[in-house]
């Protein structure tokens, strides 16, 4: 690689690291995992990066390295027991407090790995519909239907959870 293009992608890792390693975190649900996510497709991109004809598509191919890595992650390990608190993902959608926050996020770890990506891209990423599509190497209608039905279902494992503080309350 050129040290000008090292010099610019070093320089793009510094820019976004922060953003990369929540996603990260959000894909893998714990600090290591995430540290190491993001190193393995920082370090996949960096191989072709020279490749890259439009520089400001690298956050993309950054992006979908982290959800295809995620998923063979995934597949080989099955899911993993949650033991960090999520960051903040920039609002609370009308939870308060830890407890709430620790919930729904056991809720989110629960979910299939398709399910789990695109709902983190496109809610806590804030990725639109097209954007998501193209880091999940899928159509925007797979996008639709897998934020759909994840959606369902953290509806119903967070309802019973409502329904339950209601009888306490």
């Known amino acids: 690689m050129r040290a000008a293009d090292e010099a610019e992608f070093a320089e793009f890792v510094a ?4 953003a990369l390693y929540r996603s990260a975190y959000l894909l893998t649900g714990n600090r290591q995992d995430a540290e190491d996510l993001l190193q393995t497709a920082l370090a996949n991109t960096y191989v072709g990066y020279g490749r890259i004809r ?11 390295a982290l959800v295809n890595a995620a998923s063979r992650g995934w597949s080989k390990r099955g899911r993993s027991v949650v033991t960090d608190v999520v960051p903040d993902p920039g609002h609370d959608g009308g939870l ?23 709902l ?13 599509a193209a880091a999940l190497d899928c159509s925007v209608g797979s996008v ?5 039905h994840a959606l369902k279902r953290l509806r119903t494992a967070l ?5 339950m503080a209601e009888e306490v309350g």
Do not use: N
């Open 54 to 64: 439009d520089r400001r598509a690298t956050e993309g191919y950054v992006r979908r």
């Open 144 to 148: 639709k239907s897998q934020t759909h």
């Open 15 to 18: 820019a976004r690291w922060s």
């Open 120 to 132: 983190v891209l496109r809610y806590y990423e804030d990725l639109s519909e097209a954007e998501t």
């Open 96 to 118: 308060t407090g830890l407890a709430d926050h620790a919930v729904l996020w056991r809720a989110v770890c629960d979910l299939p790995p398709r399910m789990r990506a695109a």
């Open 159 to 163: 309802g019973d959870r409502s329904a």
